[in-house]
């Protein structure tokens, strides 16, 4: 899948430039005077209705909240979302857990279902590079945290994250973005959407270069998204979606403590590993609308090449298919969500002697299927006005299976097959009480089972017997707005059994993984903004995270290592739409233990950064990210150890101070 692939999308959508539409104009949803994502009435307005009727966790992100930066990857667009653990690695590579889901995974992601416009991008195995998604396409994302993501059929511990593009119908016309700035960082983005009769097409391109703040940290992509809608007939609406993805990425790997304190522009240039990743994503969707409803039912198929030179030469191609439906049914106090999903999935497994990034000799080939689906529903009862009443659940099913073809440490040649079948049921209850307008109280309670994938399953060559990790959840929180405040908190706790941990046993071997005995998530959530004046406002998240082991008969009630117990970002928006500034600041008080015989922890840190934006006229903005400032060094993530020294190699620095400023511009 090279360059002819994104001749090939755009001719199918029929634009010679795609490009983005904003406006500059207030509309009936009451939108703001900068360049923002839509023309017409705000897409997300509905979705806001939908998390506001979930009782626990949950919210939406615009694009207006995260337009003056950046958009590199997830942690720019969801920095202020309640809940979202997103650390920053180098590039594009970040570490993203919800309520510690996968929260030793060095690598890939687990335990959250992230999806684009409501189809997964994880695999039929639940694995996943959430650097296929592209945050500067979307008009919203959609955070549904824990069981709350049940609508999203997940039944993960960490939930869903469900990134939505515009269409044609909300975004008309032509819209051009540019940024630059440090360490040779260009990124441009174009797109084009139009309405007409029964039809609309929308579509986007994205081109990224950066050299990266630390050595060997180059990368590149370049990236297609589009989507054409046709009304069928009253109530019927058909839309096609594509996606096209060439990711170019090279890894400059962890670091030893003191190189990272003291040069964290230090990359690894041994075996010139990288992560390149060809994709190309298809999906039809059909919405039925009636008076007291709808039904959604669509199919998709999503193709994936990955090059990915790291212990070894990690060459993998992958085809996953499926089908979805889901129903949406509200009639006086009753309320039900019902809906399915089936994942298929094919890949060719291959690695190689690592030759200077190039293949070598063949060690290991296999042939991996998986299986993945599920059924769940929602039932909401509303006996008086205020009280809402809650059951639901999911039922899912998976299966995963390896055909070792070819073993290097096996003697070559071989024809061994392994496989594994799961199948578990998870409930939900949740209440939500309105004391009153504008202010909820909820709580809910649910269990969450996590199928192992491939990653867990093959850890090497051999196919290993490991148990899904397992969660009964109980939170209690608020929302609301009242006076010149608006929050959105919520305290949880999760008890584990089986939870999927990985450590590193050496360099040069992939991590290996195994069921803990139980585990205790716990924290507090929060997000806080004061209107505190006309011209400012001060937003603000928390998170407190009490992860650790329960007599555990190795590590006794050790904490979990990887996440700092206290994260706290602020942003202070002096000015207004035409013109302002908005000086930042993240604060991690105590570093994170790095081992799980916890023995050393790093240090805390506090980072400080500005953003601003600027309307020049009409239809052009211009903005700018400022990051870490005061060039703060200090470890920002870390992978997970046994027993950890300053001299092992799993610390990877902060990002080095930054600028980078760009102009948006609508016609």
Known sequence: MKSSIFVLGTATFAVAAPAYAETSESDAAGESDRTIIVTGQHASSEAKRRADATPGGADVVTHEDYADKSLVSLRDALAFSPGVYLQPRYGQE?????????????????????????????????????????????????????????????????????????????????????????????????????????????????????NGDRDHAHRESLRFHGNVGLQIADGVENRTYASINRIDQELPGALDLPTALTAPKTGNFVNDQ???????????????????????????????????????????????????????????????????????????SRRFVNIDGERGAKTFEAKQEARTANIYGEFRFRPVDRLQLIAGGIYADGQREQHLLFDSFAGGATDVTGSADFNAFSPKFGVLYEPADGIQLFANYSRSVE?????????????????????????????????????????????????????????????????????????????????????????????????????????????????????????????????????????????????????????GYALVGLSAGATVTDGIDLFLDARNLLNEKAVGDISAAITATPASVVFYPVERRAVFGGVRARF
């Open 94 to 210: 970040v570490r993203i857990s919800i309520r510690g889901s996968g929260l030793s995974r060095g690598y890939h992601m687990r335990g959250i279902t992230l999806l684009q416009d409501g189809v997964p991008i994880n695999l039929a195995d639940d694995n996943g590079d959430f650097q296929e998604l592209e945050p500067i396409f979307f008009d919203y994302l959609e955070v549904y945290r824990g069981a709350n993501a049940l609508r999203f059929g997940s039944g993960t511990l960490g939930g869903a994250i469900n990134g939505v593009t515009p269409t044609g119908m909300t975004a008309s016309g032509m819209y051009l973005r540019a940024d630059t700035g440090s360490f040779n960082t260009w990124r441009g983005l174009a797109s084009y959407g139009a309405a007409s009769g029964a039809g609309d097409v929308w579509a986007a391109v994205s081109y990224d270069h950066s």
């Open 274 to 348: 990288a992560r390149d990743i060809d994709s190309l994503r298809l999906q039809n969707r059909t919405r039925f609308s009636f008076a007291d409803g709808q039904l959604d039912a669509g199919v998709f198929i999503n193709a994936k090449s990955l090059h990915h030179p790291i212990f070894q030469v990690v060459d993998q191609k992958s085809v996953d298919r499926g089908a979805y439906a889901r129903f949406d049914y509200a009639a006086g106090p009753f309320e039900l969500t019902l809906g399915g999903e089936a994942r298929f999935g094919d890949v060719d």
């Open 451 to 603: 199928f192992p994938g491939f990653i867990e399953l093959a850890q090497v060559a051999s196919f290993v017997n490991l148990d899904p990790q397992k969660a009964w959840s109980f939170e209690v929180g608020t929302r609301g707005r009242a006076g010149i405040a608006e929050w959105d908190v919520a305290a949880y706790r999760a008890d584990i059994r089986g939870e999927l941990l990985q450590f590193n046993v050496g360099p040069d071997i992939p991590a290996s993984t195994f069921n803990a005995d139980e585990t205790l998530h716990q924290g507090i959530e929060a997000a806080l903004s004061i209107d505190v004046g006309e011209w400012a406002k001060l937003r603000q998240v928390y998170q407190y995270s009490d992860f650790r082991f329960k007599d555990d008969a190795q590590y006794g009630d050790n904490r979990l290592p990887v996440v700092p117990r206290h994260v706290y970002r602020a942003e202070l928006r002096l000015g207004t739409d035409r013109i302002h500034v908005a000086p930042n600041v993240e604060w991690v008080p105590q570093g994170a233990w790095v081992d799980y015989t916890n023995s050393l922890r790093t240090d």
